[in-house]
């Protein structure tokens, strides 16, 4: 079965400082990598998917992540981050042909000041 | 375009009392639904998920029970809450397609 770990926890960075969100999958064939982000009290929105083809995916939000196939990875980094980016954020992996999505146990992204 | 509701946004229950948590999707036809928990502080743990009518499949053993009378409604239920089951609730929809799910925007139920 799939697993999805999220190295980090918690990351405090500074307004308008570049970040980084660690995330690593188990191997597999093929597998189809999302992250999403929550605000407090509130679902999950995605932010990003890599299912094919270019391994930098940009999302919204100014948000891109990269697929490394070798290093079974598909990190989450923004070149500047603000107040505004303070949240929770998720890596899931979904299997092809699978019905579910593995989540990671989540990175808070604290934004200071 | 689609949309999904979860209701209540908030509830607070006693241990022992029952439990109806219910999930609507708008805007499209024979989705895969998911209900999930996130407990404080946690991640997400999947409960059941639904690829049709009827057809529920359960991933953790727990006094929880899901329905699916309609092909857009799913249903989250208990007989009697216990205090562990507090948390925080979200339904889930996906094409069964593509690979992506959609969040609704949560249940937050506090068993006392």
């Known amino acids: 079965a799939q697993s999805v770990t999220q190295l980090d926890s918690q990351v405090p960075v500074f307004e308008e400082a570049p970040v980084e969100l660690r995330c690593n999958y188990s191997?597999?064939?093929?597998?189809?990598l999302f992250w999403y982000v929550q605000y407090p009290n509130q679902g999950l929105q995605l932010l990003l998917k890599?299912?094919?083809?270019?391994?930098l995916v940009k999302g919204i939000n100014g948000f891109e992540a990269e697929f490394n196939k070798s290093q079974t990875s598909f990190h989450l980094r923004k070149p500047s981050v603000h107040i505004s980016d303070t949240a929770e954020y998720f890596c899931?992996?979904?299997?092809?042909?699978?019905?579910?999505?593995?989540f990671g146990q989540g990175t808070r992204l604290t934004i200071n000041p | 375009s689609q949309t999904i509701h979860q209701w209540p946004a908030t509830l607070v229950q006693p241990v022992g009392s029952p439990l109806s948590l219910e999930c609507t999707v708008e805007?499209?036809?024979?989705?895969?639904l998911y209900w999930y928990r996130q407990a404080a502080g946690r991640g997400l743990q999947l409960l059941f998920y639904?690829?049709?009518?009827?057809?529920i499949s359960s991933e953790v053993p727990q006094n929880l029970s899901a329905s699916r009378p309609q092909d857009r409604q799913f249903i989250l239920s208990s007989k009697k809450l216990l205090l562990s089951d507090s948390g925080f609730y979200l339904c889930?929809?996906?094409?069964?397609?593509?690979?992506?799910?959609?969040f609704g925007p949560g249940t937050r139920l506090t068993v006392t």
């Open positions: 890599y299912l094919s083809g270019s391994t």
């Open positions: 805007g499209t036809s024979n989705p895969n």
């Open positions: 639904s690829v049709g009518i009827g057809q």
């Open positions: 889930a929809w996906s094409t069964g397609t593509t690979y992506e799910q959609y």
């Open positions: 899931a992996v979904s299997d092809q042909g699978a019905q579910k999505l593995v």
């Open positions: 191997s597999s064939v093929s597998v189809y």
